[in-house]
């Protein structure tokens, strides 16, 4: 049963969606501001450019919620049978950066070929291109259409970093293969739980109300975005000795 938009809480600026996605900013600036702090001196190239991009990934993310907070970008998609729903398309825009960012993370950690990475990269553009097409639509049966055609990319995006990253994390040896499971078990659960909290959200079959809708894309953005800074830095597959410091900020010896 869908309930009516119109018991839904506000989510106008000053609401509580507000209060959340405030929440999310602070997080994901502290996040970031973290990882920029605890990456200084590092000296591997690598190890460098694999701190830059854990650290831009949640200074985009801040710049998205901030606007989305700020009320910058809100849409009232009418949906057949259910009234105007709000969009946020910064949501969109963030993810449009951060997803391949994300990848762009684990392609330079196990060095993936660049074709396959560039393959995987257009996938998951396109992922969140129909994602919003699916978002944007007035129609239902459109919406869950356009979703089933994102979700297929998905699973091709999914395929790319289970059997493509995984085979080139192992010809790079046994500690970066180790590694690698850890960082493609935190893309495979949270990446998959994006899709289905839409389809439960408001803009699927409403089982939840916009601020929770929103709110749970706070913790899920909070956590790949944060969560992927934090493997790294304490990761050895890393290639720098400042990825696995001691508590006293001295580097320790690696292998
Ligand atoms: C949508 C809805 C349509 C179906 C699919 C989706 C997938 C979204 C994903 C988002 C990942 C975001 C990340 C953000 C980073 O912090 C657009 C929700 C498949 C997988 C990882």
Known sequence: MIPDPATWPSTVVGGPETAVLACGAGLLGTGALWIA??????TDERATRLYALAALIPSI???SYVAMA????????????RGPVELRWARYADWLFTTPLLLLVLGVLVDADRDALFGAVAADAFMIATGLVATLSTVPVYRYVWWAVSTLTFLLVLYFVF???TAEARALGTETA????????L?????????????LGPRGLAAVTP????????????ATKAGIGLLLL???AVGDGTATTKSDGRPVATE
């Open 178 to 185: 180790s590694a690698f499971v850890v960082f493609r078990t």
């Open 187 to 199: 893309t495979g659960v949270l990446w998959t739980a994006y899709p289905v909290w839409w389809l």
């Open 163 to 165: 059997v493509v990253l």
């Open 70 to 81: 700020t009320g910058v970008g809100v849409v009232a998609v009418p949906i057949g049978g």
């Open 61 to 63: 993310a801040l710049a």
């Open 37 to 42: 702090l605890r990456s200084v001196g590092a």
């Open 211 to 222: 601020v929770v809708e929103t709110a749970g894309f706070v913790l899920l953005d909070v």
């Open 234 to 236: 304490r990761s050895r």
